[in-house]
């Protein structure tokens, strides 16, 4: 859920934040949802469900099937994802840089922001034969067990980084999860050292990455890039032989984006 809950079940952020946790729990679904389906989750009682689902309904933040009952994400919030995109993302901008290097490189290229402590990839360039993956422009994923997510904690604020901490859930994807704090902590101190870092097979079984913060001149963390493939096709090393293009890709990125105003990461 969205935001912090208080301890007797009302939501820190009020009406707002409980709205914005129903449309969190619509999304969550990937498909159209029944009410009953939201019921079984939701922290609120019926009443209260239905009054918020009824008033993002009539906002256009959510759209309502009356033949099959069920809720999906609405045309207005696509409307303010495009804007978002355009205004807040590096997407745009990093666009023709990470096609470059994919097509360089050969291999997939993820480009990410952080967001609450958690990574959004907000671009993707699939190389000539791309692999199936979690990692979707729009998906969100950890950020300790990720190669763009550990490259953007590793440059945060010590303030930032504590933040970002508390959000993660440290749960074991694979046996190579780095799945403490403390051994997290160990792993950022040598990707701040060299610049850049890896997934190995850290999130799924067989994907590895090479992957670079995306800096301001001030070194706050705009984003990340990696550079992506399995370990059926290459190797760490043959990756790690691409972290100079990826630094420079991600330096090229930061150069353009550094009179853009972007929200502040972490």
Known sequence: MAGDKQADGGHADGTVGKALDVLDMV????????????????????????RFLQT???????????????????????????????????????????????????????????????????DKCNAAKPVEMFSQAGKVGPAYCTGVGKAMLAFMSDSAMEAAFARQSFHRFTEQTLDTPDRLRAELVAIRARGYGFDREE?????????????????????????????????LEALEAEAGQVMACAARIAAEAENWRFPEQG
């Open 27 to 50: 999304a969550s679904h990937g498909q159209p949802v029944r009410f009953s389906d939201l019921l079984d989750t939701a922290p609120y009682p019926k009443a209260t469900l239905y």
């Open 56 to 122: 993002l309904t009539n906002q256009g933040m959510l759209a309502y099937d009356s033949d099959r009952g069920t809720y999906t994400m609405g045309m207005r919030l696509v409307r303010l994802a495009h804007a978002a995109w355009a205004q807040s993302s590096l997407a745009p901008i990093a666009r023709p840089y990470i096609t470059d290097l994919a097509r360089q490189t050969g291999e997939t290229v993820h480009l990410a922001q952080m967001d609450q402590g958690q990574v959004l990839y907000v």
């Open 203 to 235: 999130h799924e079984p067989g994907i590895i990455c090479c992957a670079a913060p995306i800096l301001t001149r001030t070194g706050r963390v705009l984003g990340a890039l990696s550079v992506t493939s399995t370990t059926a096709r290459t190797s």
